[in-house]
């Protein structure tokens, strides 16, 4: 797998460039990249770097997730009462200029189902507070074996649900980096090159 080590910019400028969900995968595709970063492998790099681990190449992935905004990851969740749908490599979902919205040939890699019996829509919630197989599969590693930094403190790992019946692109918090938020319109980009024989 290869990864953008800096996230795409308008010409000129230094900051990461923000762009619909839809745009951003145009933009990469363009740029020769397939996919973004899927939260598990975001998520990662972040802990690779907190605990210290990461090879040159990844440090640099890891210091620019931290330059400016929050950055698209490459699931799309949506809520029906109870249940959280998650879909992984999600592709037709589109901003309209409202919302985002299912095209007619919206499709995906792989989607899952989680209990969110009691968890409310449109607010931060602590990760610790979740399922254990959700908090697994988008952080790609049980809550207690997360680094301190994103277990405990006013930076602790979140999640922010989509409203009842809103399916929406999942993205990488702006602030706190290891904040999992549905509420963000536009991101930022960062291409995956997936190598060959293996999965977009």
């Given at each position: 797998?290869i990864?953008?080590?800096?996230?795409?910019?308008?010409?000129?400028?230094?900051?990461?460039?923000?762009?619909?969900?839809?745009e951003?995968l145009?933009?990469?595709?363009?740029?020769?990249?397939?996919?973004?970063?899927?939260?598990?492998?975001?998520?990662s790099i972040?802990?690779?770097?907190?605990?210290?681990?990461?090879t040159?190449?990844?440090?640099?992935?890891?210091?620019?997730m931290?330059?400016?905004?929050?950055e698209?990851l490459?699931?799309?969740?949506?809520?029906?009462?109870?249940?959280?749908?998650?879909?992984?490599?999600?592709?037709?979902?589109?901003?309209d200029g409202?919302?985002?919205?299912?095209?007619?040939?919206?499709?995906?890699?792989?989607?899952?189902?989680f209990?969110?019996?009691?968890?409310?829509?449109q607010?931060?919630?602590?990760?610790k507070?979740?399922?254990?197989?959700?908090?697994?599969?988008?952080?790609?590693?049980?809550?207690?074996?997360?680094?301190?930094?994103?277990?405990?403190?006013?930076?602790?790992?979140?999640?922010?649900?989509?409203?009842?019946?809103?399916?929406?692109?999942?993205?990488?918090?702006?602030?706190?980096?290891?904040?999992?938020?549905?509420?963000?319109?536009?991101?930022?980009?960062?291409?995956?090159?997936?190598?060959s024989?293996?999965?977009?």
């Open positions: 797998m990864i953008w080590p800096r996230a795409y910019r308008l010409h000129g400028e230094t900051k990461k460039a923000l762009l619909s969900y839809d951003n145009k933009q990469l595709r363009n740029d020769g990249y397939q996919r973004h970063l899927r939260p598990a492998e975001a998520f972040l802990t690779g770097g907190l605990e210290g681990r990461l040159t190449d990844f440090k640099q992935v890891y210091n620019d931290f330059t400016g905004y929050g698209w490459n699931m799309a969740m949506e809520r029906q009462g109870d249940k959280l749908i998650t879909y992984l490599d999600p592709e037709g979902l589109v901003w409202a919302q985002y919205v299912k095209e007619p040939g919206f499709k995906y890699e792989e989607r899952k189902e209990d969110v019996t009691g968890k409310a829509s607010t931060h919630i602590d990760l507070l979740f399922d254990k197989q959700l908090v697994r599969y988008v952080y790609g590693r049980t809550f207690a074996d997360l680094p301190s930094e994103m277990k405990e403190g006013d930076k602790r790992a979140q999640v922010y649900l989509p409203a009842e019946g809103m399916v929406r692109p999942v993205g990488r918090g702006v602030i706190v980096n290891w904040l999992i938020s549905v509420s963000v319109f536009f991101g930022s980009v960062r291409g995956v090159a997936v190598v024989g293996a999965k977009k």
